[in-house]
Structures are given as C-alpha cells and as structure tokens.
C-alpha cells in the first residue's frame, strides 16, 4: 500500500525558510513522481511543484519559482520541499501526492486529477 507522510510545517516570519519533508512508503522512489500541493484557508488547492525521477525533471508553479526547490534522499524514500523567502500568501496545509502509476511528471502537474494518494498535509504559517 502507498502512503505518504508530509513533515516539518510550522511558524516562519516572512523572508524566512522552512523545510518540508515527503516520507514515501510502498512504492519504487525512483521510478516515480512526487507532487506537491497546498491550500490557503478559503481557496482552492493549488499545485506547486513535480519531480520526477525517471526523467530528472522539475517544475515549479509561478507563486513559488525561484523560492522554492527540491531534493530528496533516496535511501530514505524521502522528498525535501526547501522553502526560502517566504511571504505570507505562503500560509497553507501542504500536502505530497503521488500518481497510482510510476511515470513522469504530466505536463498539467498542478492539477489534482492526476494524484491517486496523498499524504496528510503539514500547515505552514508565515507572519508577516
């Protein structure tokens, strides 16, 4: 069974950083995808982020390009979401989501149709 467990949310001040982690169980790390999501209070969830390992490639929603990056530990079945100059429109619970199949990263990575398991989010807030 997959299962995904998202970490390390928490309090930052803006311009700050924090780490999110990703822990991955029942599935080849390397031959899949890792996605991630958020959502604000009040809106909808927003993808922001894909990697794939199969084809080495990552993609960044726009909101957090150039902030935000990833790596991962593979021995540890586990991806990192690096969170750096954050604002306060950062505030939300983030979730990891997988696909049910292996592949690679669709082009639309950002919608949420594509993820069969998801892990059970982590809340980030970002003071101003």
């Known amino acids: 069974e997959v299962q995904l467990q998202a970490s390390g949310g928490g309090l930052a001040k803006a311009g700050g950083s924090l780490r999110l982690s990703c822990a991955a169980s029942?599935?080849?790390?390397?031959?899949?995808?890792i996605a991630w999501f958020r959502q604000a209070p009040g809106k909808e969830r927003e993808g922001i982020s894909c990697?794939?390992?199969?084809?080495?490639?990552?993609y960044f929603a726009d909101s957090v390009k150039g902030r935000f990056t990833i790596s991962s530990d593979s021995a540890k079945n586990t991806l990192y979401l690096q969170m750096d100059s954050l604002k306060p429109e950062d505030t939300a619970v983030y979730y990891c989501?997988?696909?049910?199949?292996?592949?690679?990263?669709?082009?639309?990575?950002?919608?949420?149709?594509?993820?069969?398991?998801w892990g059970q989010g982590t809340r980030v807030t970002v003071s101003s």
């Open positions: 990697m794939s390992y199969r084809d080495g490639k990552t």
């Open positions: 989501a997988t696909p049910q199949y292996a592949g690679v990263c669709p082009v639309s990575f950002y919608r949420d149709i594509w993820y069969a398991y």
């Open positions: 029942g599935l080849t790390f390397s031959e899949y995808v």
